[in-house]
C-alpha cells in the first residue's frame, strides 16, 4: 500500500531538517576550526609523488565538545564514509560516490513511495538521503568532505567524522533492524503453494 501524501510531506520536511543541520555544521566548523591558507594552495585530493594528501585548509586547535570522550576538530575527508577509496584517482572517487548515492536514494525513496517497510524504515529513509546529500553537495563545493567530530585518540583511534555519518549510520541501523522485524512468511502460508 502507497504510503499517504502527509508521510511523504513529513519524510521531505525531516530531510531538509536533517540536510541543514549537516550543512550547517560543516559551515561552522569551516568557519571556527580551520582558516585558509595564505600561501601554497596544493591541488585537491590529489596525492604527491609519496602518496601525501595536503589539504586545502589549515586546522586550528581542537576544542572540546565532551571533554576526554569528543573533540571538534577540522579535516578534510576526500574518500568515503570514514576516509574509504581516500588515495583512489578524483575520477573514481566521483564516479563511485555518484553512482552510489543517486541510486541508492532512487531506491529508497521508491520503496518509501510504495509503502515499504515499517515505521523504522520511514524513520531511516530521510536520515540516509539527507547524509548523502549532504557529502554530495561538500563533494560538489569544495572537492572533499569536511569532517569535524573526533572521538578522544585517548580512548580509541577512530576516523574523523560528520553529522551527515551519522545520520546515514543511524539510518542504516534503522533500516536493519526494520527488516529483522518484519516476519517473513513461511511455505506453509502461501495459499496455494505445494509443499
Given at each position: 500500500?502507497?504510503?499517504?501524501?502527509?508521510?511523504?510531506?513529513?519524510?521531505?520536511?525531516?530531510?531538509?531538517?536533517?540536510?541543514?543541520?549537516?550543512?550547517?555544521?560543516?559551515?561552522?566548523?569551516?568557519?571556527?576550526?580551520?582558516?585558509?591558507?595564505?600561501?601554497?594552495?596544493?591541488?585537491?585530493?590529489?596525492?604527491?609523488?609519496?602518496?601525501?594528501?595536503?589539504?586545502?585548509?589549515?586546522?586550528?586547535?581542537?576544542?572540546?565538545?565532551?571533554?576526554?570522550?569528543i573533540d571538534l576538530h577540522y579535516a578534510e575527508n576526500c574518500g568515503a564514509a570514514f576516509g574509504?577509496?581516500?588515495?583512489?584517482?578524483?575520477?573514481?572517487?566521483?564516479?563511485?560516490?555518484?553512482?552510489?548515492?543517486?541510486?541508492?536514494?532512487?531506491?529508497?525513496?521508491?520503496?518509501?513511495?510504495?509503502?515499504?517497510?515499517?515505521?523504522?524504515?520511514?524513520?531511516?529513509?530521510?536520515?540516509?538521503?539527507?547524509?548523502?546529500?549532504?557529502?554530495?553537495?561538500?563533494?560538489?563545493?569544495?572537492?572533499?568532505?569536511?569532517?569535524?567530530?573526533?572521538?578522544?585518540?585517548?580512548?580509541?583511534?577512530?576516523?574523523?567524522?560528520?553529522?551527515?555519518?551519522?545520520?546515514?549510520?543511524?539510518?542504516?541501523?534503522?533500516?536493519?533492524?526494520?527488516?529483522?522485524?518484519?516476519?517473513?512468511?513461511?511455505?506453509?502460508?502461501?495459499?496455494?503453494?505445494?509443499?
Amino acid at each position: 500500500m502507497r504510503r499517504r501524501k502527509g508521510a511523504l510531506l513529513g519524510m521531505l520536511a525531516c530531510l531538509l531538517v536533517y540536510t541543514a543541520a549537516d550543512l550547517g555544521s560543516k559551515q561552522w566548523a569551516l568557519d571556527h576550526l580551520s582558516h585558509e591558507r595564505t600561501a601554497h594552495k596544493p591541488p585537491v585530493c590529489e596525492a604527491d609523488e609519496q602518496g601525501y594528501l595536503e589539504i586545502q585548509r589549515l586546522p586550528g586547535p581542537p576544542q572540546a565538545l565532551i571533554k576526554g570522550v569528543i573533540d571538534l576538530h577540522y579535516a578534510e575527508n576526500c574518500g568515503a564514509a570514514f576516509g574509504m577509496l581516500r588515495a583512489a584517482p578524483g575520477w573514481l572517487r566521483a564516479l563511485v560516490f555518484g553512482a552510489a548515492g543517486i541510486g541508492a536514494s532512487i531506491v529508497l525513496v521508491s520503496m518509501f513511495v510504495r509503502g515499504a517497510g515499517g515505521s523504522l524504515f520511514a524513520i531511516s529513509v530521510p536520515m540516509i538521503l539527507s547524509g548523502a546529500i549532504g557529502n554530495l553537495c561538500d563533494r560538489v563545493r569544495h572537492g572533499f568532505v569536511v569532517d569535524f567530530i573526533q572521538v578522544d585518540p585517548r580512548l580509541f583511534e577512530y576516523p574523523t567524522f560528520n553529522v551527515a555519518d551519522v545520520a546515514i549510520t543511524i539510518g542504516v541501523v534503522l533500516l536493519l533492524i526494520d527488516g529483522l522485524r518484519r516476519p517473513v512468511p513461511s511455505q506453509e502460508a502461501v495459499p496455494g503453494r505445494a509443499v
